[in-house]
T-cell receptor, first 112, second 111 residues
């Protein structure tokens, strides 16, 4: 089925460990986004990309890095995980200059 | 103060009731307004999309924008238990494709 696929779906990390979250879309969308969702905080933008090879910081970029080497993939990295990064992470994509986002089903990350 | 304010709820109503969900905003430059629905443990999905002021209807759902009051609403008629979800409003300026999100309202429809 066409859409946005996030892997893994669940992960538990120890403080200081690193990991990479993968987002893949098969809709040929130009724009891709990484959000985190915390209770009462809504969706907060971490990083985004407006095309292959481009990335930009969002509202809460500290502690995260991203890469978009291929148009269909957007990777989110945590270099040294902290308990404050416990959250649900969502990837989204949209066509160029469009505001209708397609979201993945999320990655639930716990940092202990 | 957040740019977009949304009551987190939960809002609990009986099946068949008319539901009204609302967001207020402070940025008068917002021109595009959206409602997303998010079921538990799922990603948000686009429900309604409107430009500038006015109403838009799609089946049992009506989206309303009042730019003079900086207030948007989503009405659900003949509510069903399957409408139980969190509803997030989102909006953006004309020249910016990033969305500014409300925190979401949790809606519970009781059978």
């Amino acid at each position: 089925n066409a859409g946005v696929t996030q892997t893994p779906k669940f992960r538990v990390l120890k403080t200081g460990q690193s990991m990479t979250l993968l987002c893949a879309q098969d809709m040929n969308h130009e724009y891709m986004y990484w959000y985190r969702q915390d209770p009462g905080m809504g969706l907060r933008l971490i990083h985004y990309s407006v095309g292959e090879g481009t990335t930009a910081k969002g509202e809460v970029p500290d502690g995260y890095n991203v890469s978009r080497l291929k148009k269909q993939n957007f990777l989110l990295g945590l270099e040294s995980a902290a308990p404050s990064q416990t959250s649900v992470y969502f990837c989204a994509s949209s066509p160029d200059r469009e505001r209708s986002y397609t979201f993945g089903s999320g990655t639930r990350l716990t940092v202990v | 103060q957040k740019e977009v304010e949304q009551d987190p709820g939960p809002l609990s109503v009986p099946e068949g009731a008319i539901v009204s969900l609302n967001c207020t905003y402070s940025n008068s430059a917002f021109q595009y307004f959206m409602w997303y629905r998010q079921y538990s443990r799922k990603g948000p999905e686009l429900l309604m999309y409107t430009y500038s002021s006015g109403n838009k209807e799609d089946g049992r759902f009506t989206a309303q924008v009042d730019k003079s009051s900086k207030y948007i609403s989503l009405f659900i008629r003949d509510s069903q238990p399957s409408d139980s979800a969190t509803y997030l409003c989102a909006m953006s300026e004309r020249s910016n494709y990033q969305l500014i999100w409300g925190a979401g309202t949790k809606l519970i429809i009781k059978p």
